[in-house]
């Protein structure tokens, strides 16, 4: 839903400054807590941390109901700060539950899954705005924000609808639990976290995808302000939303087929999906320095805003806004998968998400500002284009290190003997940037079942 309104631009407003501003503030905490984020979801828990970071996202689209009625924006921009502290261990909670989940052949899929939620969410906010600002061209409506407001808070009392990450099993009987400790081993808990968190900005790996983590979201900026927000009447702008988070969804069902293909290694699959990222990525950016090329902030768009209902005049601009949906999802997508692939731990993937995350925000924080200080259209532009393509050599290295699998053994022994079931077998998981080894056992009921299926 937080996708929908920046999508509009300024968060729905005519006058983007004050959106601006409250993304900046927003990536500048993100960027902190998003690197911290990791450490509190394993201390205090997954739903725990989801549920109150979650509540943040109304209050930042109340606080464009507040701007409304007192052109104030300080109250939006403090909302922003808030969000971002919010978001930062609400992602890391995200990202350990996407890529410590599944199996290592159904991360892509995992990831897609998520992918698929998660721009729902984008398609419903769009057509939010399409419908309340159907017939003028202003500013978001209170009503607008207030349905906003309401699906965020319904969103986030169905974080207890998930199920504890100690009650999760795998369908190969592996049970995925974080090694949370409180009472007396709090401390140590706490010292064991700021320890992994350290060991990320050591792990070469980690450090190579820093380009792609900081580019990430960069030109979330470009694509949502100076694109859609200065190009389209309001009410095209929540109509392009819809196609834009459509597109992502339907491009990160096709780059699973590739990611998860079993006819190939892990790393031959890794860089089928890089390559066809890496051209399909820079014909859309080269379709955008062409649209660019016809306006800037000091000359208009030939014919003035585009609306929907303008037929030709508008079918290219609003396929093209969807194509860079389409693109978005495989950076993303490509971003996560290489993550997951370098771990199969919970605690390591919450630190990873979390490294993620916070330099996605560091990008975006100053990427923001840029909007914000009015920098030129085209320099906007060629800044996001030129960090996508810094990122691909470090992105190709990490590609060509991927192991075909962390795991020693991915399949518990089936039970033959009465006594064969009170084994504790166990299959290890090597976990490339830490030193330790994280045991799973298969469970009771895993046993009876595979028992049943030999019977």
Same mark, same amino acid.
Request: aromatic content about 14%; some cysteine; hydrophobic content about 45%.
């Given at each position: 839903?937080?996708?929908?309104?920046?999508?509009?631009?300024?968060?729905?407003?005519?006058?983007?400054?004050?959106?601006?501003?409250?993304?900046? =503030?927003?990536? =500048?905490?993100?960027?902190?807590? %998003?690197?911290?984020?990791?450490?509190?979801?394993?201390?205090?828990?997954?739903?725990?941390?989801?549920?109150?970071?979650?509540?943040?996202?109304?209050?930042?689209?109340?606080?464009?109901?507040?701007?409304?009625?007192?052109?104030?924006? !300080? *109250?939006?921009?403090?909302?922003?700060?808030?969000?971002?502290?919010?978001?930062?261990?609400?992602?890391?909670?995200?990202?350990?539950?996407?890529?410590?989940?599944?199996?290592?052949?159904?991360?892509?899929?995992?990831?897609?899954?998520?992918?698929?939620?998660?721009?729902?969410?984008?398609?419903?906010?769009?057509?939010? #705005?399409?419908?309340?600002?159907?017939?003028?061209? =202003?500013?978001?409506?209170?009503? =607008?924000?207030?349905? *906003?407001?309401?699906?965020?808070?319904?969103?986030?009392?169905?974080?207890?609808?998930?199920?504890?990450?100690?009650?999760?099993?795998?369908?190969?009987?592996?049970?995925?639990?974080?090694?949370?400790?409180?009472?007396?081993?709090?401390?140590?808990?706490?010292?064991?976290?700021?320890?992994?968190? @350290?060991?990320?900005?050591?792990?070469?790996?980690?450090?190579?995808?820093?380009?792609?983590?900081?580019?990430? $979201?960069?030109?979330?900026?470009?694509?949502?302000?100076?694109? $859609?927000?200065?190009?389209?009447?309001?009410?095209?702008?929540?109509?392009?939303?819809?196609?834009?988070?459509?597109?992502?969804?339907?491009?990160?069902?096709?780059?699973?087929?590739?990611?998860?293909?079993?006819?190939?290694?892990?790393?031959?699959?890794?860089?089928?999906?890089?390559?066809?990222?890496?051209?399909?990525?820079?014909?859309?950016?080269?379709?955008?320095?062409?649209? &660019?090329?016809?306006?800037?902030?000091?000359?208009?768009?030939?014919?003035?805003?585009?609306?929907?209902?303008?037929?030709?005049?508008?079918?290219? #601009?609003?396929?093209?806004?969807?194509?860079?949906?389409?693109?978005?999802?495989?950076?993303?997508?490509?971003?996560?998968?290489?993550? %997951?692939?370098?771990?199969?731990?919970?605690?390591?993937?919450?630190?990873?998400?979390?490294?993620?995350?916070?330099? &996605?925000?560091?990008?975006?924080?100053?990427?923001? &500002?840029?909007? !914000?200080?009015?920098?030129?259209?085209?320099?906007?532009?060629?800044?996001?284009?030129?960090?996508?393509?810094?990122?691909?050599?470090?992105?190709?290295?990490?590609?060509?290190?991927?192991?075909?699998? $962390?795991?020693?053994?991915?399949?518990? #022994?089936?039970?033959?003997?009465?006594?064969?079931?009170?084994?504790?077998?166990?299959?290890?998981?090597?976990?490339?940037?830490?030193?330790?080894?994280?045991?799973?056992?298969?469970?009771?009921?895993?046993?009876?079942?595979?028992? @049943?299926?030999?019977?």
């Amino acid at each position: 839903m937080f996708n929908a309104l920046n999508g509009m631009g300024g968060g729905g407003q005519k006058d983007q400054t004050v959106g601006n501003n409250a993304n900046t =503030a927003l990536y =500048a905490a993100f960027t902190v807590f %998003g690197l911290t984020g990791g450490a509190f979801v394993n201390i205090f828990g997954v739903r725990f941390c989801m549920f109150v970071t979650s509540l943040f996202y109304a209050l930042y689209s109340g606080s464009y109901i507040y701007l409304n009625h007192t052109r104030n924006g !300080a *109250f939006t921009v403090a909302s922003g700060a808030l969000l971002g502290m919010a978001c930062g261990i609400f992602w890391a909670a995200q990202g350990m539950i996407m890529m410590s989940y599944p199996r290592e052949q159904e991360k892509g899929l995992f990831i897609t899954i998520f992918w698929i939620i998660f721009n729902l969410g984008g398609v419903v906010g769009g057509i939010v #705005p399409f419908v309340v600002n159907f017939h003028k061209d =202003a500013s978001l409506s209170d009503g =607008a924000y207030a349905a *906003f407001i309401a699906l965020e808070c319904l969103g986030s009392f169905l974080v207890w609808a998930l199920a504890p990450p100690e009650k999760v099993v795998r369908c190969d009987g592996c049970r995925v639990a974080l090694e949370c400790e409180g009472g007396a081993n709090m401390v140590k808990n706490v010292w064991r976290q700021i320890l992994g968190i @350290s060991k990320v900005f050591r792990y070469p790996m980690t450090v190579a995808l820093i380009p792609l983590c900081v580019s990430s $979201n960069f030109y979330y900026s470009y694509e949502f302000s100076v694109y $859609n927000g200065e190009l389209f009447t309001t009410r095209t702008r929540g109509f392009n939303n819809i196609w834009y988070w459509a597109a992502e969804m339907l491009s990160s069902i096709a780059l699973s087929h590739v990611l998860d293909n079993r006819r190939m290694t892990r790393r031959t699959r890794g860089l089928a999906a890089l390559v066809i990222t890496t051209l399909l990525i820079n014909v859309c950016w080269g379709g955008m320095l062409a649209m &660019q090329l016809k306006y800037s902030e000091r000359r208009p768009y030939p014919g003035g805003l585009i609306d929907f209902l303008d037929g030709s005049r508008a079918a290219g #601009p609003i396929l093209l806004y969807a194509c860079m949906g389409a693109c978005d999802a495989l950076w993303q997508n490509m971003a996560y998968w290489m993550l %997951g692939a370098l771990t199969n731990h919970p605690e390591t993937s919450a630190h990873y998400a979390g490294f993620f995350k916070g330099l &996605q925000s560091l990008g975006a924080a100053v990427a923001w &500002q840029l909007a !914000a200080r009015k920098v030129p259209f085209m320099a906007q532009l060629a800044v996001s284009w030129v960090l996508i393509n810094l990122s691909l050599p470090t992105m190709y290295y990490v590609v060509l290190k991927i192991r075909d699998s $962390n795991e020693e053994s991915t399949t518990p #022994p089936i039970p033959t003997t009465d006594a064969d079931t009170s084994t504790h077998t166990t299959a290890a998981f090597k976990d490339s940037s830490y030193s330790s080894v994280v045991t799973c056992s298969p469970t009771n009921e895993y046993r009876a079942r595979t028992q @049943s299926t030999v019977v």
